[in-house]
């Protein structure tokens, strides 16, 4: 094979390759953004992080007012007298 040939081809094969890797590195640019959301994720984020953790905090408050009322319950249900004296039996 001559030195013109082997010349030519690579110089085509690299002709070829610079759109498919312009294509692929705008590709992932788009992908990162996307995947990042944006220029203005960090601060949407933060709102988002924000109204997380007050959605949790209002949960463990209503878990814990759950608990005492349920603590309540079984609190009258000890205390009650037992069933046959209530009946008369």
Do not use: C, Y
Not at 26 to 45: C, E, K, S, V, W
Request: hydrophobic share 45%; charged share 25%; proline share 4%.
């Amino acid at each position: 094979m001559d030195w013109e040939a082997l010349l030519g081809m690579v110089l085509g094969g690299i002709m070829l390759m610079i759109p498919i890797i312009v294509i692929l590195t705008r590709h992932q640019q788009r992908m990162t953004i996307l995947l990042n959301g944006g220029a203005n994720a960090p601060a949407d984020r933060l709102q988002t992080d924000s109204r997380i953790l007050d959605e949790l905090a209002h949960l463990r408050r209503r878990m814990d007012d759950l608990t005492l009322a349920l603590e309540q319950v079984k609190d009258d249900r000890t205390s009650a007298p037992p069933l046959e004296s209530r009946f008369g039996a």
